[in-house]
């Protein structure tokens, strides 16, 4: 099951980044969980300085912008 992990204070960027790599992750059609990360502290420790960032299992994939949802599938799937 992968883990995938929204980094944002709940902007709106941060919210359409959420469906988008829910509703990517549904298209996959893999087992998967999301999780919302909105403290600040947790955010930096993970060394994201722009937000929304997107993490898979643990490891950010990218922050600072929302990406189309072909690069998400991509992303999520973990395929290049």
Excluded: N, W
């Excluded at 941060?14 to 996959?28: D, I, N, Q, S």
């Amino acid at each position: 099951m992968k883990k995938i992990q929204v980094l944002g204070m709940g902007c709106a960027k941060c919210a359409r980044l959420y469906a988008a790599a829910e509703a990517a992750a549904k298209e996959l059609g893999i087992k998967y969980e999301m999780e919302k990360i909105d403290d600040i502290t947790r955010i930096t420790e993970m060394g994201v300085m722009m937000t929304p960032a997107l993490a898979i299992d643990g490891e950010v994939k990218f922050s600072g912008r929302v990406p189309s949802p072909e690069e998400l599938k991509k992303i999520i799937s973990g395929t290049k």
